[in-house]
């Protein structure tokens, strides 16, 4: 039996955007950002929508949902902005396995498709690292 947070998760990888979430540029144009980093006692899914809902989910349970207050949605727009100055390194996703211990895991969401990028949590400490600015 899958658990709620495997099917929450999984959510964020399928849902189509919604309606009311403001149009992207173009297909490819980013709409929301998740970022999952794998623990040894959890995976912590972080996700930002062009809406301004931020939630935040850990596989050992718990988490937030909805956005909380303006500082958390003003951080999650600006992950969003620098997630998508990083597509251009990422690429085209089908399925979205949890990251291994160590691991962070990238993901964008656009209308023609999920983006993703890797790396391991030390090479993101690595200022030089093209994913850095995400982490």
Not at 26 to 54: C, H, K, L, Q
Not at 62 to 76: K, T, Y
Not at 93 to 99: E, R
Not at 106 to 124: C, K, Q
Request: aromatic residues 12%; charged residues 15%.
């Amino acid at each position: 039996m899958k658990s709620v947070f495997a099917d929450l998760s999984a959510k964020y990888f399928t849902v189509e955007r919604p309606g009311f979430f403001p149009a992207p540029a173009s297909a490819t144009a980013p709409w929301g950002a998740i970022m999952e980093i794998g623990y040894p006692e959890a995976v912590v899914t972080s996700v930002t929508f062009s809406d301004g809902t931020v939630s935040v989910l850990r596989s050992a349970g718990g988490g937030f949902f909805g956005g909380g207050d303006e500082a958390v949605q003003n951080a999650g727009r600006c992950f969003l902005r620098q997630a998508q100055l990083s597509q251009a390194r990422m690429r085209l996703a089908t399925d979205f396995p949890p990251p291994e211990t160590g691991q962070v895991v990238f993901y964008l969401r656009t209308d023609s498709g999920v983006f993703t990028a890797s790396a391991s949590e030390s090479d993101l400490q690595v200022k030089s690292h093209n994913l850095c600015q995400l982490h």
